[in-house]
Every structure is written in C-alpha cells, then in structure tokens.
C-alpha cells in the first residue's frame, strides 16, 4: 500500500507534463497556421486581389517537414524562452534599423570635403603654376576651409544632396526588403519604430531644386 501511495503524486505530475506539452504544441501548431494565413493574405493584397476566406481546419496527416523539424526543437523550450528569443530578434532588427542619423551626416560631408579638396589640389597644380589656392587644411584640427568661391561652395552643395540622396535610396530600398522579409515570417510589415525613423528619413532628407 505504500508504493501506491507514493506512486500517486509521480503518476500525476507525468500526467500533468503529458497535458502541458500537448498544449504547447497545439499553440505551437496555431501558430504555425496563423502564420501561414497572413503570408498567403499579404501575397494575395501584394498581387491587388481580395483576400480569400479561409478556415483553421485539422490538417491532414503529412510527411514530416521542416516545421515539424522546428515544431520539435520548439518542445524544448519554454514559452517564456521562446518569448525572450523572439524579443531579443526583434530588438537586434530595431538597432539595425535605427542608424544614427547624425553620423550618417557627418560621414557624408567629411567625404564630400576630402574629395572637394583632391580635386582642387589637382587642379592647383596645372593652373597658374600651382599659385592658386582655394581650399586650405587647418594642420592642427584637420578641417577644411573655403575661400569665398561661389562656384566652390555650390558644388559642395551638390555634390553633398546627390551623395545624400543615393544614401537616402539605398536606406529606403534596404527596410522596404526588411519589411518584406518580416512579413514572410509571421512579424508583419514594418513595425512602428522602422516607421517612426523613416518618417525622420523624409523630414530630414533635403529636397533636390
């Protein structure tokens, strides 16, 4: 009598574990056709048709495939882990996607002004003997100055809104392939902190004339 009654609280906490992983992986298997409803939905309102109708019915019986691989591995883990990982992916994508605008900025304009100055030097040195000088090197801070030259200071400007402008492109093009690929894997389209900097992108970016 004894051995039952010591068997009694082990039977029921398997049986507990048994009723918490097969909750795990219905939720898990929810998941998995939510997922696969808003890629078929967002490819559908890509391609300018009406969204069908669809229903969450029993799947049938298939031969194991990679979500079974990953439904696996999943089993492993708690929903708290589970969790953590996806708000660590998340945070990972948002620091990407949050580049300083600052540095961008200063990043252009010192190379713009390195390369203004090649130029001029090149120039200087088949003009006049050399003996023009329009750009000069501060030698203690490294900084450039411009002598009052209207053409100068125009190109600057030019040539910085063109350089800025291609940087500005290829940032767009870079979150619009990120928003796609977040869409494909369940996370939905840009999330509200890629939005908030690309509107930052559009107040900031100087209008070409």
Do not use: C
């Not at 605008?101 to 088949?126: S, V």
């Amino acid at each position: 009598m004894a051995m039952e009654g010591s068997q009694g609280p082990q039977i029921d906490l398997d049986q507990f574990i048994k009723d918490f992983n097969a909750l795990k992986k219905k939720s898990w298997e929810i998941t998995v056709e939510n997922r696969k409803l808003v890629n078929a939905e967002s490819k559908e309102l890509a391609a300018g048709r009406k969204p069908g109708v669809y229903q969450l019915e029993a799947p049938e019986p298939l031969l194991p495939t990679q979500d079974d691989h990953q439904q696996n591995q999943l089993m492993n883990y708690t929903i708290q882990q589970y969790e953590d990982w996806s708000s660590r992916k998340r945070n990972k994508s948002d620091k990407k996607d949050s580049g300083n605008m600052q540095d961008m900025a200063k990043y252009t304009y010192d190379k713009e002004l390195n390369k203004l100055h090649r130029d001029i030097t090149i120039q200087n040195k088949y003009a006049n003997g050399g003996s023009i000088r329009k750009v000069d090197r501060n030698p203690k801070t490294g900084k450039l100055a411009i002598k009052d030259d209207d053409q100068l200071v125009k190109k600057l400007a030019r040539d910085m809104d063109r350089t800025a402008t291609e940087r500005y492109e290829s940032r767009r093009k870079e979150m619009e392939r990120s928003g796609v690929q977040n869409a494909s894997i369940g996370g939905g389209y840009i999330n509200e902190k890629n939005k908030q900097f690309n509107e930052k992108l559009d107040r900031e970016m100087p209008q070409s004339p």
